[in-house]
């Protein structure tokens, strides 16, 4: 989801802006045990009680808070509350895999942006399957995933893939929102609410359709008004109108980052940072793993995004300059909590170097602070690399595209023996069922990238 993708959500969000401050727990917890609303950090192994261990760091204050060891029966929809409110017991050790005592973490890692944004990219709910079973087919140790957005949507792979990775992390930064006085009166919704009725109540894409069907009864709305469609969008087109007309909603997917990391092996630390961002809440996770002699520290993001149809009103001058303070943020974040040793990076980073002749670059500019930070890129230096963002993908709608956004970067890692580069993943077409009718269409409208 990025550019044409995001436009309502673009031009409704204007004035809202999301600081970066001190986050929610951690829950460590099992595969499943995600409810539909988790205030923590979820970690854990699959078909095991779940633990809580609630870390949370700021930009501006970062530190900790480790939750006592309480022990309760807590099935599948149990919550924990805040930093520090424990739910379930400790996991077990895994019987199997390569969780083994004194094993080192092997150079085994994927990203990839799921592009399960509902109302945004096409098809969400219909490719959500496929990608359930192809993220459950990756043989890697370690998996960054980006826009998993909704709830129901980290439970269907945590419990889907949990065969293969026993393990996530999941930080909830949600907000409660939905209250307060009602953000669009009935009567100055309405024009919309017939024009969208008429022309969008069956598009798969809704976005796209108010913007070129009702573009000027939505822009005659009032900011807060706006703002709320916003932050309701990704529900169905009647709950979108009943919030806004029955109460308020500050941020677009209630606060939600849409990370997942995922992992075959139990994770030792867990915690995440919360980044200075606009319209949407932008994060790093941040993880090590037990019995790693390696102490490989493991970092999963999804930074902003040049929305070309909006004028940003963040706290910077620009999205390039947001994006910019995001990875000077993270990049300090990551040599304090890696001192030295060896770290990963992963993510939807939004920025890219131009590759000629056929790689134009995305922000190169913010791309080279990696560079500059000592994180290096084992994919956009090997010979031709190719674009994740593309335009042949059957999802996206922007012919300027063609740039190598999502990346696996590192530090830290000795020399010898050699490292592997990076290839492309997950770009061949699926099948999904439409309706009544069987679609050809991409995975997600990014692809993805292993470094093994």
Known sequence: MRKVGMRIVAIAAMGLAAGCGCCSGNVDGKAGDVATEVKADTVGKSDAPRTVDAKSDSASDARSDTAADAKLDAGPDSVGDSVGDTRGVDA????????VPGTPLPVSFSTFNTGLAVNFVPFAQERLAAVVDAVGKLDVEVVCLQEVWEPQHVTALTDGVKATFPYFLYADTSEEGGGGAPACAADELKPLQDCVVKNCAQAEDLTGCVMQNCLTEFSLLKPGCTQCLAANLSKPL??????????????????????????????????????????????VLHATFKNDPSKTHVFCTHLSAALSEMEYSGKYASWEAEQAAQIDQMAKWIKDKASGAPAVLMGDMNCGPAIPPGIPGEFPANFAKFEAAGLASPYVTKPDPECTWCAANTLIEDDDADQIIDHVLYSGFPPQPPLPSAVRILDEPVEVTVGEAVQETNLSDHFGVQWK
């Open 238 to 283: 009647e709950e979108i109108f009943a919030a806004c007309t029955t109460g308020s909603a500050s941020m677009s997917y209630e606060g939600r980052n849409g990370l997942l990391l995922l992992a075959r092996r139990e994770l030792d630390v867990s915690e995440h940072l919360v980044l200075e961002s606009f319209l949407l809440r932008r994060v």
């Open 92 to 99: 077990q050790p895994s019987d199997s895999g390569p969780d």
